[in-house]
Structure formats: structure tokens, C-alpha cells
């Protein structure tokens, strides 16, 4: 069932046999995952323009290079990426766009990748025509680089005290920049440091006095002919951390900084020169820039943990070690259980992802095309929320996932040269970026607090996701066996223990509220309510994960998926027993029974799962991994890989001759 374009002379036995026994055609499964044939075929033909071209790729792993020098690396490919832009579409930023950069840039931040998301989204979003025909030939032809400067030395989540202020001056018609505190400090925006030279300020806007809340202005931070800050902007690199370091994210202050009343972003609130403040029709017009923001991430995350599940199998094929039956010699080490129950839940959670990014990009397309002729944005306040869900469990759960890909491939994986750590330290950032989790998961949780209260008064408006909230629970669950149970009971069963937890927060919230302020109330609440949002967005990624299995024509990829899907379904229930126990809803047989079907379908992936993650179509330029490699020859290029370090130089450092021979020297003298 697998073509041969996977398979090649010289590759490793071991990897060779997985595909050759692989029982579903690989292409028609890539086909799923990446929505059409004609997907894979641009897929390969941006990875064969890329490779073609030298100036897009490395000589030597980024991993062996100072900062200074990624940074340079970084800034050259940056250019020349955008150079051969014309080769993808660029209008489809979520799938040709989000490629094209990966194999370019790998999985690091760079100077330009702000100026090319949220800075251009700005502009695109948030200006008046005016200011379109100004600001947006400027950024798209590279006439200066841009970012986006919201996060805060001492605020970040909390958009209402960001505290850095732009007050309107009506005499000169300009609005005067200040960071009044060390705490005002814009820090952490990517490329501010040393690259950029304009951003997309947030700033709380202040008209004779009245605070107007935070809003956006496009402001020059340096001079266009020499780069140097101008006067009255401070502006640097923040230094290195835990990951993405080829990239300058920067702090950045004003004082008493003037810019012009035409930079504030106008399209929705507007000063007049006068000083007369137009509000936005809508308080949630704002959101749009978020929404795209995080749909991009949550996709981005998606891959990530794909990447590591293709690592960590490929990998576990070629990688033996014990005996399992005693003289018949080591084996494979994906034959233990428990090393299929490290990754294969991984690969399943991979797909539910992946699905669910496609979804929420669909989504948002779907709202920006009817936003241009209607001015109902009911599916905006939906979005928000949706995204701020996904957006919190898949970036906590893709780097745990990560993580354990990289446990699963042992004193290996703390290599560099597996491509795990990048990941991890690539994908942790997005548990805090964007909106720090824990406050994403409260944000969903006052919503359904909200939701709550309106079932029980009879005024709620539910959306297709919330709609489960106003059914009754069940008193008892019809899950029978895990490989005849249909997947609607499965569902109903998630069903249940969500709305039950989420009813259950929202007695406690409610009780709260009656000796508490509401913000008292959510913090004392907070806890329980975090738990039923968790529960509320893994339902819906497994229901959109389940309503996308009946459209795959092709009946062995079905059967290959249904198993994933059931993988997934069973290990989230496995982990909620004591809520499926609750009132007697599950007995001990029906819990027994899960865990047993949990086993049941790792048993059933561990033929297919090279083919499975075969099917990501990820080539080795873009798993940035020698423990992945296709050929699976992983052993001999460890040893090549090594060979570039740069202490391979010489024989003999000179730290040898600096401090050890003389500590030697002076040893053996005293013998």
C-alpha cells in the first residue's frame, strides 16, 4: 500500500520493513491531513524550489552557531525568503506562507516575522482607507520592518493597565508618547531589539485628561538612513532565553515621544483634530488581530507536535534495545507498550490539532469575508473564545507531548542533533505568549459562566459548541466495549462530564458571587472553573476530530483514523475516571473497559505508525532532525553531525593549555 517514493536503496532495514507492511496508501492519508491532493503536490514543489537555492539554506546547524551569528544567519535568510517570495501563494499565510517559512527559517523567530503577522494584519485590519494607501506598499515591499509592541515589563494579559500612555495634544494635532514607570517598558516584541523600525504601538489613549482605553498607533522608532533610535525613544535587545534566540526581542520606552494624529489606527475609533473621540461601534472589533494571531499559532503548534511524533517513530523503529522474548534477540523498541503509550497518543492528539486548526482558520476566513458587507460580528465573540480555548490546551499539551517524544528516544533525544529540544523550547514560548494560559482557560470560563446562567434564565443565545450545555445530563452511560461503542455514546459520555463540571463550577461561582465582588468570586472560583474549560475545549476537539472521519472516502485511511480517533477518545476518558464514576455514571467493568480498549488500539496503530506519521509529509529539511532522518540511517550521521562542531577544530583547545596542563603539571611535580 506504500508507494516507493519513501522507500530507498540503503535506507535502514528495520525503517524499510515498517513501510512495506504499512496497510493504508500513505499518499491518500497525506491527502487528509493536508486537504487535497493539490496540497501535497505544492508542498513538494516549494521543498524542491527551496532546496534548489543555496542562499535558502545552512551550511552548518544553526545549533553550532553563537547568537550573534544566528541572528546574522537569521536577518540574510529573512531577505532572501522574502526575495523568493513569488514561488508560494501569498495570500494563503495559514498554509503555503506558514511552509515556505519553516523550510526557510526552521523553527526559530527572525527579525521580519512580526512585520509579516501581526504588524501587516494591523495595518490590514485596522486602518482607514487613507491610511491603507500610506502604510500598507511601505510593508508589503519591505520599505521599512515593522512590530507589534503590546506586552509590558508589568503587564501583559491584562490589555486594560497596559500603562504606557498617548495623550492628544489638539493645539499641535499630534499624540505625545510616554512610558510613565520602569514597568511601562514594551518587552518581549519580536524583532524590536535591533531590527525593527516601526511598530504597532498599544497605548492607553488619553484626551484632556479622560483615559479612552488602549489603542493602536503606527509609530517610527528609527531613523530611516541611519537606523539610530530617534530622540526620545529607548529601544534594545532584551538578551537570551530559554529558546527562539535568533530572534532580538526587544524592550522599548518613549519620552515625551510626538507623533502624528494620522498614526493612531483609525478604522474603528477615530480622534478628530478638534480632540472629539469617535468610539468603535463594537467593543470586540478588536479582536479580529488576536483571532488571526492565534490561529496561526494553533496551527503552527499542530506541526510541531507532528514533527516530534515523526522524530520519536521513526526513530523507535530503528532503535533496538532488550529482549522481550529471551535468545530470540533485541527488539524494536516501539514493540514495548510503554513506549507506544508515550507516543502514539501524541500522533492521535497530533491529528485532533491538526483538524482543529483547519477548522478555526475556516472560521476566521468565513468572518473576515462576511465582515466586508455586514456589520454583525456575533461569530467575532465566538472566535475569541474558541481561539483563546484551543490556544490554551494545544500549546500546554503540545509541549508535554514534545517532551515526552523526546524521553521516548532516551540520552538521544537531549541531543540538539534529535531536533526535540528546538521544538520544546520553540513550542513552551506559546504557553505563555499570546495570553498566559491559565488566564486564556479564565477568559473561556467566564463565557460558560455566562452561558450558565443564561440557559437558567431562559436567555441564552448558544452557539453549535455550547449547545450541549442545555441538555440534561444522563443518569447512567450506554458505553458497552471499546471496539463496539458507538462514537456518539463515546461523545455524549465527554458530554457529560463536562456539563457536569461545568454546572458544578458554576453553583460554586454563583454561591461566591453571594458574599463576593464578581472578580473575588472567579479567583475563588477559579480552580473548578479552569477544570470545566478544560473539559469544554478537549470535547470539542474530540467531536471535530469524530465529524471529520465520515467524509474520508478511502476505507483503509477510515479504518487507520477511526483508531486514532478512538486512541484519543479513550485516553482523555482514562485520565477522567473519577468523573466518569461520579453518581454512579461509569461502574468499575465500564472504566475497566476503557483502559483496556486504550491498550486495544496501540496495539492496532503499532503496524501502521511509521506509515501514519510517514503521512505528515515532512521532509528532513523540515524535521531539522538526525534521529527522523527518512533512510533512517541514524546512528552514522550522529557521528557526522558531531563532526561540525566547532571544538573538532583542533585537537587541542586552548583551554587545555590555559588551565588543565598546568594543573596536571603541578599534580605529577608533587609525586
Not at 530611516?224 to 534566540?245: F, R
Not at 516501539?334 to 472560521?363: G, H, K, N, V
Not at 474558541?386 to 537531549?414: D, N, P
Request: aromatic share 10%; proline share 3%; charged share 25%.
Amino acid at each position: 500500500m506504500m508507494k516507493g517514493h519513501l522507500i530507498k536503496k540503503g535506507d535502514n532495514p528495520d525503517i524499510t520493513k515498517e513501510r512495506k507492511t504499512t496497510t493504508f496508501c500513505v499518499n491518500k492519508m497525506a491527502e487528509f491531513i493536508h486537504e487535497g491532493a493539490d496540497n501535497v503536490r505544492r508542498r513538494q514543489e516549494i521543498l524542491e524550489y527551496v532546496e534548489r537555492h543555496p542562499e535558502l539554506g545552512d551550511k552548518i546547524p544553526v545549533e553550532f552557531m553563537t547568537r550573534e551569528e544566528r541572528i546574522d544567519r537569521n536577518a540574510q535568510r529573512a531577505v532572501a525568503m522574502t526575495d523568493h517570495a513569488d514561488c508560494i501563494d501569498g495570500s494563503d499565510f495559514f498554509g503555503e506562507g506558514m511552509y515556505y517559512q519553516t523550510l526557510v527559517m526552521g523553527r526559530d523567530f527572525h527579525g521580519m516575522l512580526l512585520h509579516y503577522s501581526m504588524f501587516l494584519q494591523c495595518i490590514q485590519s485596522q486602518c482607514t482607507e487613507e491610511q491603507l494607501d500610506k502604510w500598507l506598499p511601505l510593508t508589503v515591499l519591505r520599505g521599512i520592518i515593522g512590530t507589534y509592541a503590546q506586552t509590558e515589563l508589568g503587564h501583559g494579559t491584562n490589555l486594560k493597565k497596559l500603562e504606557t500612555t498617548a495623550t492628544y495634544d489638539p493645539k499641535t494635532q499630534e499624540f505625545i508618547l510616554n512610558s510613565p514607570t520602569i514597568s511601562a517598558a514594551k518587552w518581549w516584541p519580536g524583532g524590536l531589539g535591533k531590527t525593527c523600525n516601526y511598530a504597532v504601538v498599544m497605548a492607553q489613549l488619553f484626551i484632556n485628561g479622560e483615559n479612552k482605553g488602549p489603542h493602536p498607533f503606527i509609530v517610527q522608532l528609527r531613523d530611516l538612513d541611519n537606523h539610530m533610535p530617534l530622540p526620545g525613544v529607548t529601544i534594545g535587545d532584551i538578551g537570551p532565553k530559554l529558546g527562539v534566540n535568533g530572534a532580538d526581542n526587544g524592550f522599548l520606552m518613549f519620552k515625551n515621544f510626538r507623533i502624528p494624529r494620522e498614526n493612531m489606527l483609525m478604522k474603528h475609533a477615530k480622534v478628530l483634530p478638534n480632540g472629539e473621540y469617535v468610539p468603535p461601534r463594537h467593543s470586540k472589533l478588536g479582536y479580529g488581530t488576536m483571532v488571526f494571531t492565534r490561529s496561526i499559532m494553533i496551527r503552527d503548534q499542530a506541526f510541531m507536535l507532528a514533527a516530534a511524533t515523526v522524530i520519536a517513530t521513526r526513530y523507535s523503529a530503528i532503535r533496538r534495545q532488550g529482549e522481550i522474548i529471551e535468545n530470540e534477540g533485541e527488539v524494536q523498541i516501539m514493540d514495548y507498550q510503554t513506549q507506544q503509550y508515550r507516543i502514539f497518543p501524541q500522533i492521535a492528539r497530533a491529528f485532533a490539532f491538526l483538524l482543529a486548526a483547519s477548522e478555526i482558520r475556516d472560521m476566521y476566513l468565513n468572518y473576515m469575508e462576511k465582515s466586508q458587507t455586514s456589520s454583525d460580528i456575533s461569530l467575532l465573540g465566538e472566535l475569541h473564545s474558541l481561539s483563546c480555548g484551543l490556544k490554551a490546551i494545544i500549546s500546554f499539551e503540545t509541549a508535554q507531548g514534545i517532551e515526552q517524544c523526546r524521553l521516548s528516544c532516551g540520552g538521544h533525544g537531549y541531543s540538539d542533533a534529535s531536533g526535540l529540544p528546538q521544538l520544546y523550547t520553540f513550542a513552551v514560548g506559546g504557553c505563555t505568549y499570546e495570553g498566559e494560559n491559565i488566564v486564556m482557560l479564565l477568559q473561556v470560563a467566564k463565557i460558560l459562566m455566562k452561558t450558565v446562567k443564561g440557559i437558567k434564565d431562559g436567555t441564552a443565545k448558544l452557539a453549535s459548541i455550547t449547545e450541549y450545555l442545555k441538555r440534561n445530563s444522563d443518569s447512567k452511560s450506554q458505553f458497552r466495549d471499546y471496539r463496539t461503542t458507538s462514537g456518539d455514546v463515546i461523545i455524549n459520555d465527554f458530554e457529560n462530564i463536562a456539563r457536569n463540571q461545568i454546572y458544578s463550577a458554576y453553583e460554586r461561582f454563583n454561591d461566591n458571587l453571594k458574599h463576593f465582588t464578581y472578580e473575588e468570586a472567579v479567583n475563588k472560583t477559579g480552580i473548578e472553573m479552569c477544570k470545566g474549560t478544560r473539559l469544554h475545549v478537549k470535547l470539542y476537539l474530540i467531536k471535530n476530530f469524530y465529524s471529520k472521519i465520515i467524509g474520508i472516502k478511502d476505507d483503509d485511511v477510515r479504518k487507520v483514523i477511526t483508531d486514532l480517533w478512538k486512541l484519543y477518545a479513550f485516553d482523555m476518558l482514562s485520565h477522567s475516571t473519577g468523573a466518569l464514576k461520579y453518581n454512579n455514571y461509569m461502574d468499575d467493568k465500564q472504566i475497566h473497559n476503557i483502559k483496556e480498549g486504550v491498550c486495544y488500539y496501540l496495539n492496532e496503530i503499532r503496524p501502521n505508525a511509521v506509515g501514519i506519521v510517514d503521512s505528515f509529509h515532512m521532509s528532513d529539511r523540515e524535521l531539522h532532525s538526525v534521529l527522523g532522518r527518512r533512510d533512517g540511517n541514524v546512528y552514522e550521521n550522529l557521528i557526522e553531525w558531531a563532526k561540525q562542531s566547532q571544538l573538532n577544530r583542533s585537537e587541542v583547545l586552548p583551554t587545555f593549555k590555559k588551565y588543565f596542563e598546568p594543573m596536571m603539571k603541578e599534580g605529577r611535580s608533587k609525586i
